[in-house]
């Protein structure tokens, strides 16, 4: 088998990421401000995926890109 296709091999037979939501794997403490965003953006409130991004990182340790942010916004806001 050549480079590449041990290489292509490899990289199918890795551990499958994004299962499981990452709004369902934070702590207690951090609930009451993810509930707070979802309203939020519920509401028609409309802000920047960084910014939301920012206090759950830097506070509170759940770590969480802003492209999933973004999507769980997204995924929010086509729900209303």
């Known amino acids: 088998m050549s480079n590449i296709e041990n290489l292509l091999t490899k990289a199918l037979q890795g551990k499958q990421g994004g299962v499981t ?30 910014s939301v991004t920012r206090p759950p990182n830097e506070e509170l340790g759940v770590k969480v890109s802003r492209s999933r942010v973004s999507a769980w916004m997204y995924k929010l806001d086509e729900n209303e």
């Open 21 to 50: 939501p990452w709004y369902e794997n934070i702590s207690k403490e951090a609930e009451p401000v993810v509930d707070g965003i979802e309203q939020m953006v519920k509401e028609g409130k409309r802000a920047n995926a960084s």
